[in-house]
């Protein structure tokens, strides 16, 4: 199969920043409703993937609803703060050489996830990639499901063989969604059980897209 386009995941695909974020939510956690339990990185790595408010329904038992978004926006606003201070190399292994490689062939790049919004920006600035991305989207900024965001880049960039790289069987409900092949990163959070194609380093991408 030839494709014209990659959308990429975030976490567990482009990086891994879960013992930082678990920090930094842990005191937005003290800081606002400390009877609500610490979160740990391989808690997170069960969430990330899912809508932030799933996430705080998941993670923040106990809340009312309204207390449970004002503890996210705080998480959220922590995490950023933590992540820009970050000077740890969390990104995987080969992926930001793939990436301009990728670029460098004519091959164009956007990024999917239903993150927080805000925080694709920083996943682009860490990285140094904003020459690379041609556009992105993400829960945060609409409201909108992964399956959704997927469709729109792809009707807003005039995609027509677009494929999706992700690392949980939720990005590939989603790919299904939104009609576009998945990608199993493998190295990642999760499992998938059906994907087009399955890499164990990203920088095996290119022999998937058949640079």
Known sequence: ????????????????????????WNCAIDKMFPVVSHVTGNILKGQFGKTMKTIADNLFVGLEQEEKARLMEECCRQEQLA?????????????????????????????????????????????QIAGYITDFECYGNNGFDKAQNIKLICERNDLHSPVYVGDTQGDADACSGAGVPFIWAAYGFGKAESYYQKIEKFEELKNVIHL
């Open 1 to 24: 199969m030839k494709f014209d386009s990659v959308i990429l995941d975030v976490d567990g695909t482009i990086w891994d920043t879960t013992d930082i974020v678990a920090q930094a």
């Open 83 to 127: 992540l820009k201070a970050n000077t740890k190399n969390i990104t995987y292994d080969g992926v930001v050489e793939t990436i301009r490689e990728l670029h460098s062939k004519g091959v164009p790049l956007f990024i999917v996830s239903n993150c927080q919004k805000g925080y694709i920006e920083v996943v682009i600035a860490k990285n």
